[in-house]
C-alpha cells in the first residue's frame, strides 16, 4: 500500500465520522481494507436504512477482482444482523469503493455499466482513481430506481471523493 492510500485511508476515518459512519470492526482480510456502517430512519427510505461502505486498494485492479470485490462486499453486509428484516421496514445500501493508482478504460468502463438488482436492498460499487481522485460509478438510473439512485450517485462521491470533502470545507468555511 502506498503512503498516499495510506494518508487517503486515515482521512476517510475521519469523513466516515461526519456522515455518521462507524468502522466496523473485523480482522484483517482479503476482502476490504476498511469497512464502516450507519443505521437510521430515513422517510426517503421508508424505514430504517442500514448504510454500509468497503474500501479494498488494488495494485494491480482488473476487471473481475473488482466485480468479486463489490459482489463479496455486499454479501458480507447482508450476512450481518440487522434490527428490522430486510423489505419489511429496512433496506439496505452498500458502497464497495475500489481504490486504484490509475483507473483503466476496461474498469472505467465496466463500472459505469455495473448494475445489479436486489431485493430492497442496493449495490452501488465505485472505483476512485488517486491519481486524478475522480471517482467513477454507474452514471444513469434505472427506471426501478429512480427514487434512490440520485442520492446514491451524490452519497458515494461525497463519502469517497477528495474533491467532494474539500467542497464541503469551503461551504463550511464560508459559512
Known amino acids: 500500500m502506498t503512503k ?9 476515518d475521519g469523513w466516515m465520522k461526519y456522515f455518521g459512519m462507524e468502522q466496523i470492526v473485523t480482522e484483517p482480510n482479503w476482502l476490504f481494507d476498511r ?28 476487471v473481475k ?3 468479486l470485490f463489490s459482489r463479496e462486499s455486499f454479501n458480507y ?22 481504490l486504484v493508482n490509475r483507473i483503466t478504460k476496461e474498469l472505467a468502463d465496466f463500472v459505469k455499466n455495473y448494475l445489479n438488482k436486489h431485493y ?12 486524478s481522485k475522480d471517482i467513477y460509478y454507474y452514471p444513469t ?6 427514487l434512490y439512485y440520485n442520492g446514491f450517485r451524490k ?4 463519502m469517497y471523493s477528495p474533491k467532494a ?9 464560508a459559512k
Open 77 to 98: 453486509a447482508m450476512s450481518l444482523p440487522k434490527s428490522i428484516p430486510v423489505g419489511l421496514g429496512s433496506m439496505v445500501a452498500v458502497y464497495p469503493c475500489y
Open 141 to 146: 438510473t434505472p427506471v426501478w430506481g429512480a
Open 165 to 173: 470533502w474539500n467542497e464541503i470545507l469551503k461551504t463550511q468555511n
Open 4 to 12: 498516499e492510500v495510506e494518508e487517503y485511508l486515515s482521512a476517510l
Open 155 to 158: 452519497e458515494i462521491y461525497n
Open 35 to 62: 469497512a464502516y456502517r450507519r443505521t437510521r430512519v430515513e422517510l426517503s427510505k421508508f424505514g430504517q436504512s442500514n448504510t454500509y461502505s468497503f474500501i479494498k486498494y488494488a495494485e494491480t485492479p482488473d
Open 120 to 131: 430492497a436492498s442496493f449495490e452501488f460499487p465505485g472505483i476512485l482513481d488517486m491519481f
Open 65 to 67: 477482482n473488482f466485480e
